[in-house]
């Protein structure tokens, strides 16, 4: 398989994984609830990850657009976890962030591999070597 059929493949994956992001997020608001200041960052990385998914899927030179999606997630996805970690650890975490925390720690190599990811397809793309 070539570089550009692999960063097509990978654009379907960060589509896919917007599809999820957005069942996973509006699953937890239906359940736990959650404001609109807390959900639309969410619904920004989604719309983000499909938008820029579609737009490589089309044109493997967009690819920026793909980094920039995951760059966002990444940002988003440390910080959830984060505020849920600094609860724990003063002590005042209920069962629920507890529990987040630990999903977004399982889920966080996602993230950080997709966008270590694009950013060495971003420097393919800036020498030609693709």
Request: glycine share 8%; proline share 1%; aromatic share 14%.
């Given at each position: 398989?070539?570089?550009?059929?692999?960063?097509?493949?990978?654009?379907?994956?960060?589509?896919?994984?917007?599809?999820?992001?957005?069942?996973?997020?509006?699953?937890?608001?239906?359940?736990?609830?959650?404001?609109?200041?807390?959900?639309?960052p969410d619904y920004?990385?989604?719309?983000?990850?499909?938008?820029?998914?579609?737009?490589?899927?089309?044109?493997?030179?967009?690819?920026?657009?793909?980094?920039?999606?995951?760059?966002?997630?990444?940002?988003?996805?440390?910080?959830?976890?984060?505020?849920?970690?600094?609860?724990?650890?003063?002590?005042?975490?209920?069962?629920?962030?507890?529990?987040?925390?630990?999903?977004?720690?399982?889920?966080?190599?996602?993230?950080?591999?997709?966008?270590?990811?694009?950013?060495?397809?971003?420097?393919?793309?800036?020498?030609?070597?693709?």
């Open positions: 398989m070539n570089n550009r059929n692999f960063i097509r493949r990978f654009a379907s994956f960060s589509i896919a994984m917007g599809c999820v992001h957005f069942v996973l997020e509006t699953l937890f608001t239906v359940q736990y609830g959650q404001s609109l200041t807390g959900l639309l920004i990385a989604v719309a983000l990850l499909l938008w820029a998914g579609v737009s490589v899927r089309g044109q493997v030179h967009t690819v920026g657009l793909l980094c920039g999606a995951w760059g966002f997630t990444l940002c988003l996805h440390y910080r959830a976890w984060a505020w849920r970690f600094e609860e724990v650890l003063a002590g005042e975490a209920t069962a629920v962030v507890e529990t987040t925390m630990h999903v977004l720690s399982y889920t966080a190599p996602i993230s950080i591999l997709s966008f270590g990811l694009t950013l060495y397809f971003c420097s393919r793309a800036q020498t030609r070597e693709w």
